[in-house]
C-alpha cells in the first residue's frame, strides 16, 4: 500500500470539497477507497459529498444501482434470536446492535458509528440482501 499516494489523494478530496467541488472530490475520495477501503477521511469525504447534494447514496447490488437515501429508515427484520445463527464481524454487529432499540433513519446510522459511512452502507446493504434488515 502506497502511504504517500493516499495520503495526497485524500487531500486532494479535502481540498475539493472546501472548494464545493464535489465531483472533484468524489473521484478522488474513491480513488482513495480503491487502494484503502478502511481510509477513513476518504468514507467520511463521501457521506459529507451526498449530504451536501442531498441526493441519495448509489450503491450497486448484483449490478443494479439501488438507492438508500438518508430519509429511508432501516430496522431489524428478523428476530434477535436468529441474528445469534449468522457469523458477523464485530464492526456488523455494532451496527445491527443499534437497530435492537428499534428503527433509525440512514443519516443516523451512517453518522453515529465509528465506521465510516461507506462501511455503514455496505453492512446496512448486505443485510438487507439477505433479509436480515429492511428498509422503510
Same mark, same amino acid.
Do not use: C, W
Given at each position: $500500500? ?7 489523494? *485524500? ?8 472548494? +464545493? ?5 468524489? @473521484?478522488? %475520495?474513491?480513488? =482513495? @477507497?480503491?487502494?484503502? !477501503?478502511?481510509?477513513? *477521511? =476518504? ?12 441526493? !441519495?447514496?448509489?450503491? *450497486? ?8 437515501? %438518508? ?8 428476530? @434477535?434470536?436468529?441474528?445469534? =445463527? ?5 464492526? /456488523?454487529? $455494532? ?11 440512514? +443519516?443516523? $446510522? #451512517? ?5 465510516? !459511512? =461507506?462501511?455503514? #452502507?455496505?453492512?446496512? /446493504?448486505? %443485510? ?9
Amino acid at each position: $500500500m502506497n502511504t504517500l499516494l493516499i495520503k495526497a489523494t *485524500v487531500n486532494e478530496g479535502e481540498i475539493a470539497l472546501a472548494h +464545493d467541488e464535489f465531483d472533484k472530490a468524489e @473521484l478522488a %475520495f474513491r480513488s =482513495a @477507497l480503491t487502494l484503502d !477501503p478502511e481510509n477513513a *477521511v =476518504a468514507n467520511a469525504g463521501l457521506g459529507e459529498i451526498a449530504r451536501a447534494r442531498g441526493t !441519495p447514496i448509489l450503491r *450497486v447490488i448484483d449490478g443494479e444501482h439501488e438507492p438508500l437515501s %438518508f430519509e429511508q429508515t432501516v430496522r431489524l427484520a428478523v428476530r @434477535l434470536s436468529r441474528l445469534l =445463527a449468522h457469523d458477523v464481524s464485530a464492526r /456488523e454487529g $455494532m451496527i445491527l446492535a443499534r437497530l435492537a432499540g428499534g428503527p433509525k433513519r440512514v +443519516d443516523e $446510522m #451512517l453518522y453515529g458509528s465509528d465506521a465510516g !459511512p =461507506a462501511q455503514v #452502507l455496505d453492512v446496512l /446493504e448486505r %443485510f438487507v440482501q439477505k433479509g436480515i434488515l429492511a428498509v422503510d
